[in-house]
């Protein structure tokens, strides 16, 4: 399944994955830190939504209250959310 989300009060300014059997695949961001961004997207592929859920949850960019990551992580629960139902 693909999923596209949106984050908020960051600078990346778009998500897109693809979740196949609960796992994470082809992570990108639009915008953003590049280099940091990709980083992200190559440490992500094939774990499991969980564990990215759990890892980058509440992580914060200076005095953001949120991040690149924690905006991840709601994209990834807003996407098993969306399969649950689905199923």
């Given at each position: 399944?693909?999923?596209?989300?949106?984050?908020?009060?960051?600078?990346?300014?778009?998500?897109?994955?693809?979740?196949?059997?609960?796992?994470?695949?082809?992570?990108?961001?639009?915008?953003g830190c590049s280099?940091?961004?990709?980083?992200?997207?190559?440490?992500?592929?094939?774990?499991t939504v969980d564990?990215?859920?759990?890892?980058?949850?509440?992580?914060?960019?200076?005095?953001?209250?949120?991040?690149?990551?924690?905006?991840?992580?709601?994209?990834?629960?807003?996407?098993?959310?969306?399969?649950?139902?689905?199923?």
């Open positions: 399944m693909h999923h596209t989300f949106y984050p908020e009060d960051v600078c990346s300014s778009r998500i897109d994955c693809d979740i196949t059997d609960g796992r994470v695949y082809g992570l990108t961001f639009t915008n280099g940091n961004l990709q980083a992200i997207g190559r440490l992500s592929e094939g774990r564990e990215l859920i759990s890892l980058l949850s509440g992580i914060r960019c200076g005095s953001n209250a949120t991040s690149c990551g924690d905006q991840l992580a709601k994209a990834l629960a807003e996407a098993l959310s969306n399969i649950k139902n689905a199923g």
